[in-house]
């Protein structure tokens, strides 16, 4: 058994996002100026924050996001960023590159609430759930890898701070926490995932939280937070428990 920090960032704002226009797989875009500063900002908010594992969508928005992060934080700067492909955004099919409310007329036609419908030829929400289990375990096997020792010595012990009230730093929830992984990816993937996690994973709402904002959209460089625990046997890493520090956290973007 080890448990270890994870704490979720969306990345920084594209051309497209301004413009209202779904991205999804087909349009790599990078990051626009302002992305860039939402980026550097968080990279700030975060930079006394230690991280061990550092996982990455593949795609351009990402990949520069998690680059400005790290480059900004004292304790990794030249940490490994694993590019992983099950970690790109929901594929919107033949809705990408179109307006978002073309896609929400789609819907709207179609009978169904936008967050469940999917375009021709794009992914489910059950899709985006199997990549989410494949990344989680080939997450959870590189962090056992990597930190064996730890392990082994019973380092990664987490103490049970489910009924405290995060207070608002950046280091909620993982002060002291020896592995820590950081993850930067996609909005809509995201929503997903927070959907499996609260839904499917049954994990706890932290004290003080309006259970809505499980289901509200992470703003570019919003933060996410948990604590992870994983069971070990012969067969591999299995999810024991989770809890949720915070989500969808924006403290260091400026309005």
Same mark, same amino acid.
């Given at each position: 058994?080890?448990?270890?920090?994870?704490?979720?960032?969306?990345?920084?704002?594209?051309?497209?996002?301004?413009?209202?226009?779904?991205?999804?797989?087909?349009?790599?875009?990078?990051?626009?100026?302002?992305?860039?500063?939402?980026?550097?900002?968080?990279?700030?908010?975060?930079?006394?924050?230690?991280?061990?594992?550092?996982?990455?969508?593949?795609?351009?928005?990402?990949?520069?996001?998690?680059?400005?992060?790290?480059?900004?934080?004292?304790?990794?700067?030249?940490?490994?960023?694993?590019?992983?492909?099950?970690?790109?955004?929901?594929?919107?099919?033949?809705?990408?590159?179109?307006?978002? /409310?073309? @896609? *929400?007329?789609?819907?709207?036609?179609?009978?169904? #609430? =936008? +967050?469940?419908?999917?375009? &021709?030829?794009?992914?489910?929400?059950?899709?985006?759930?199997?990549?989410?289990?494949?990344?989680?375990?080939?997450?959870?096997?590189?962090?056992?890898?990597?930190?064996?020792?730890?392990?082994?010595?019973?380092?990664?012990?987490?103490?049970?701070?489910?009924?405290?009230?995060?207070?608002?730093?950046?280091?909620?929830?993982?002060?002291?926490?020896?592995?820590?992984?950081?993850?930067?990816?996609?909005?809509?993937?995201?929503? /997903?995932? @927070? *959907?499996?996690?609260?839904?499917?994973?049954?994990? #706890? =709402? +932290?004290?003080?939280?309006? &259970?809505?904002?499980?289901?509200?959209?992470?703003?570019?460089?919003?933060?996410?937070?948990?604590?992870?625990?994983?069971?070990?046997?012969?067969?591999?890493?299995?999810?024991?428990?989770?809890?949720?520090?915070?989500?969808?956290?924006?403290?260091?973007?400026?309005?």
């Amino acid at each position: 058994m080890f448990a270890f920090g994870l704490t979720i960032v969306r990345h920084g704002e594209t051309q497209c996002n301004k413009d209202g226009l779904l991205q999804g797989q087909k349009i790599d875009s990078p990051l626009s100026e302002i992305g860039i500063r939402q980026s550097e900002a968080a990279g700030q908010y975060l930079k006394d924050v230690k991280f061990t594992n550092v996982f990455v969508s593949d795609m351009k928005r990402a990949k520069q996001t998690a680059e400005i992060i790290v480059r900004n934080n004292r304790t990794c700067h030249d940490i490994e960023l694993v590019a992983d492909p099950q970690l790109k955004e929901r594929s919107f099919g033949i809705a990408e590159g179109g307006r978002v /409310i073309e @896609m *929400k007329n789609m819907a709207k036609a179609a009978g169904q #609430p =936008l +967050p469940e419908f999917t375009p &021709p030829e794009g992914e489910t929400m059950e899709q985006v759930k199997v990549r989410i289990e494949d990344f989680l375990k080939a997450m959870f096997q590189r962090i056992a890898n990597d930190h064996q020792d730890k392990i082994q010595n019973g380092e990664t012990f987490i103490p049970d701070e489910t009924d405290r009230v995060p207070a608002g730093l950046p280091d909620d929830g993982v002060l002291n926490v020896p592995v820590h992984a950081l993850v930067v990816g996609h909005g809509a993937y995201m929503s /997903i995932a @927070m *959907k499996y996690f609260f839904e499917d994973l049954k994990c #706890p =709402l +932290p004290r003080g939280l309006d &259970p809505a904002q499980r289901y509200s959209i992470c703003p570019n460089t919003g933060m996410c937070r948990f604590i992870i625990t994983v069971k070990c046997s012969n067969v591999g890493h299995a999810l024991s428990g989770m809890k949720c520090v915070f989500i969808n956290r924006r403290d260091h973007i400026k309005s």
